[in-house]
């Protein structure tokens, strides 16, 4: 997953966030582990990867997807007071 500051544009958020790493510690602090990261040698982009095994029933998957939208919301005020 790609977070951004505008969906339209594709802008990023600011670098100083570090929104691949809170994202990853909201969804951990719920018990669900996500991979998080940077392009450009870490200095821009905020993406996350989300692994799970080839096994999973549907309903681990709607855990999952509850989950992140959990971690999301946990953050977006974070992420609006800097924009």
Known sequence: F??????????????ELNAHLDLTQEAFDRGLIIYSRRVMNGARGDHFLVTPPLTISNGQ???IVEVLRAALKAFAPRALAVM
Do not use: I, N, Y
């Not at 790609?2 to 670098?15: K, N």
């Open 2 to 15: 790609d977070v951004v500051a505008d969906r339209t544009t594709g802008r990023a958020l600011p670098s």
């Open 61 to 63: 998957v709607d855990e």
